[in-house]
Structure formats: structure tokens, C-alpha cells
């Protein structure tokens, strides 16, 4: 009998004595020995649900049917697993898949009627809600929806759905929510509430036993090699584990002769040279930071050692670089690291190092004398029509000074030239981020969105400029052309399509607020003062359901 069947055997025997942990060590072992063997794995699938690990189960339930694709059994593990995770439909198709192979399994038929006795439930619970003849009686009587109820936008979009509820616009109504509350009886907000922290449980208690099994394996190794040490490397690993307490102390001179020691005793340990290198690094010396890491991996070529430790002497070099300002250096080093091991903290650093590469390049750039002449270019070329050209100078006059906000504004009087409106917007956009006080920007804007025939955005944008200057002629005549383009009906039927703006009208503290400001309109500046109430406002002001003088 080999190796693996021996260990198979006392993991049956210790899951039949419900000794779960040691059943799942013992196959393992086991799969470690004989990896194409798909007994091994569905066994552990059985001790993996056993102990609740469902997630871990259906992997190795996957990996039966892999191994081994006319296995019966492997579909019938895989069934009960995926039915433990609510994952009817797919067990279901385990179950079907299984039965092709062996017809006459009980457990497999039972299975598969009990999973198509979920899915028929399932689909009975999700029944078109909206059918309810009671249904605008359970929505008034509703404290969820009461108050919905006094919308007539609301109640257009109940009579809609009650026709079509499969309208995916409809249902992404944020109002959906409380609605399906009432109907169904359910607080769904609470549900998902319950399942995300449900999730988030599973996910804790996942990550702590793989945390839990690395760690014994961890020490399992480190059993195992001390075994095989020469009493020269057991020394020498007891010097290195006192130059790692050293270090966590920040005795990092005490922790330098530790590991100057332990390498003294076993020169073919590379991870010696890098923890001194580490050393060094935290004393700010990063010269000898990186001769430390270079002897590692020197070191390392010569015996072929484990790509990751080379990884780590590159990686090492890289911070020591980034220290010293050294940035392409720290590039280069950081490459030949993700070379040797693809790790995502190097990964991360390497990106860091790139970013501050290109901020330096784009600061090294800025030159507002320059950025003056490349828009006087830009100027020229508006003037002759070539508004591409125009552009170009524009875009290298906003890279030279990018606080300028007369660049983005002539630029975007370029894209509205090229009927490029959104660009032309954006433009605008930045503009005013530089300068709020600049009115071209606004009036620009305006042109932009009256090109698009949003009127009230356009109306919104001309309105800034008539606070910023009342006698300007350019925004006086683009607010009334906004204004005669709408009649009040169509601008509300419009802006009561927005779900954001349904939002802000039935929030029942900004209903307070618009009612007072209606009473008493010095109330304005108050409410302005807070920026969660402005955003609100002026969205309401954007879609031309108000107006403040």
C-alpha cells in the first residue's frame, strides 16, 4: 500500500471520529503525494463541509469532477455543496450532470428535486410585486412610502411598472427599494445588510484559518529544516533570530553584529544579508543598504537561490533609492525585482516611483512665460479659423502653466467651434476650478450647453455670470433665450426624470429648506453655507426647477 492510500485511510478514520482538522491535514499530505488522485480531493471536499468551509469544498468538489469528469460521485459532492451555499440552479446542474453517468443514485434524484423545490420557491417569492390590486392602498398605509405617495412622478412609475416591471431603467429608481419593502413585507436595506455582514463574517473567519494553516505549515517547514541543520546553521539561525528581535527592539547596531555573526556561521543563507541590509536602511545608510543587498544577490546567482529572496536584495535597493531621491534608479531596481517575484507591495512602490518621476517632469515643465507665448499662438490661429492648430497651442500653453484658466477657456471656445460641446464644457469646468470669479467661463458654458438644448444648465451657467456682473449683455441675452426655449411644464416634466432630482424632492429636511427659503429668501445664505445643501440646491437650479436672484 503506498505512502498516499495510507494517509487517505487515517484521514477517513479521522473524519469518521469527527476530527476534522486532522482529517483535512491528512489528505492533504496525501494530495501532496498524489496530486492526480481524485478520491484525495473529493475526501477533503467532505471534510472541508463537514467543518462548514463550504467555499473550500466546492474547490475540491470542482477539482474531482476535473480529475475525473465521468466520476458520479464527484457531481453528487458538488450538488450538496453548492445547495448549502443557496446556489440552487447550479446544483441543480451538478446534480443533472451526475445522473448522466449513473442514472438510478438516489441521493443524486433527491437532491436534484430538492433543488428544483428551491428554485420553483425562489421564483414564487420574486413574483411580479406590482400585480397586487391592494397595491397603492399597502404603499399609502406604508411608512416607507407615505410620503412617495403625495408624488404624482411616483405614482406614474408604479402605474408603469404594474404594466411592465422588467423596465431595467425603472427598477434602478432609487425609490424602488423602499417600495419592494412595503410590498414584500421584507426591509430590504436590512437584508443586504445582513448579507453583507454575513459575507464579511465568512471572509474573517476564512482569512483566520488560512492565516491559522499557513502558520503551522510555516512552522512545519522550519521543524523540518532544523532537522537537517548542521550544528553550525542551528547556531547560526538562533543568532539570526536574535538580530530579528534586535531589530523589532530598533537595536539596529545590536541586530547588524547578530546577523554579522549568523552569516559568519552559514555563508549560503542570503535572507542573513538582506535583514542587515534592512538594518542599515532603517540607520538611514542607504549606501551600505544597497552593498548589503548587492552581496545578496551576487550571493544568490552563485547558489540558485529561491527567486523570492533575490526579489526581496532588488526591492531592498529600490527604497534605498527612492530615500536618496534616486528615482530612476528605484524604477530600474524595482523592475528587476517584479523580474525575479511578482509581489503587489513592490508592484505598488514601483507605481509610486513612476508618479513621482512624472510630477517632477511635469513641474520641471511649467513655465508661464512660455505658456503666455504658446497662447498668443493659439490666439492667432483662432482668429484665422484654424481652430486644431489653436487647439494644439492652447493644450502646450495649459501643460506649461496649468493654473491658467484664460488656456482652458480659449481652448473650449475652440472645441464649440468644432461643435465638440462636452470638451468644450469640461474646459469650462476647469476654468472656473482655477477661477471662479471668471465670467468667460460661464458665458462659454452656456453657449456650450444651449448648443446641446440643456436650457436649464445653461440657464444655471449665465445666472453665475449675472452675480458676478448684473449689466453683462452677452449673459442677460443667453438667460432670456434659455428661458423662452421651455415652458415651466416641460422643464419640470424633464428635471422630475432625473432620479437624482427625485431624490433631493422627496428628502423630507430639504423639502423644510425649499419651503423656508420660499418664506423667507434671506434664508438662502444660510443654507448655502453648508456644501451638502448647495450641491442639493444647485442641482435643483441646474434642472430649472428653481431660481435664486
Known sequence: MSQAELLKNKGNEALQANNLTEAINLYSEAIKLDSKNHVLYSNRSAAYAKAERYYEALADAEKTVQLKPNWAKGYSRKGTILAFLHRHEEAAEAYREGLKYEPDNVQMREGLRDAEKQITSEGETIKNPFTDPNIFDKLRNHPKTRELMNDPS???LIRELQHDPTESSKMQDPRIVPTLSALLGIDLEEVAEDDMRRKEELEREKRKRDEERHKKEEEEEQRRQQEQMTPEQREAALAKEQGNDAYKRKDFDAAI????????????????????AAAY???????????ECQRAIELGRELRADYAQVAKAYARIGNAYMKQERYEDAVVHYNKSLSEHRAPDVLKRLQQAERVIAEKKRLSYINPELAVEERNKGNECFQKGQYPNAIKHYT?????????????SNRAACYT????FRLAISDCDEAIKKDVHFIKAYLRKGAALQALKEFSKASAAYQKALELDPACQEAIDGYRTCNMNESPEEVRSRALKDPEVQQILTDPAMKLILEQMQMEPKAVSDHLKNPVIATKIQKLIEAGLIAIR
Not at 396 to 408: G, L, S
Not at 417 to 420: C, I, S
Open 396 to 408: 502646450e500653453a495649459i501643460k506649461r502653466d496649468p493654473d491658467d484658466p484664460k488656456a482652458y
Open 417 to 420: 467651434k468644432l461643435a465638440e
Open 154 to 156: 411616483y405614482v406614474q
Open 257 to 276: 553584529r547578530h546577523y554579522e555573526r549568523a552569516f559568519e556561521l552559514d555563508q549560503t543563507n542570503i535572507s542573513l544579508l538582506t535583514n542587515k
Open 281 to 291: 536602511f532603517e540607520r538611514n545608510e542607504y549606501d551600505r543598504c544597497i552593498e
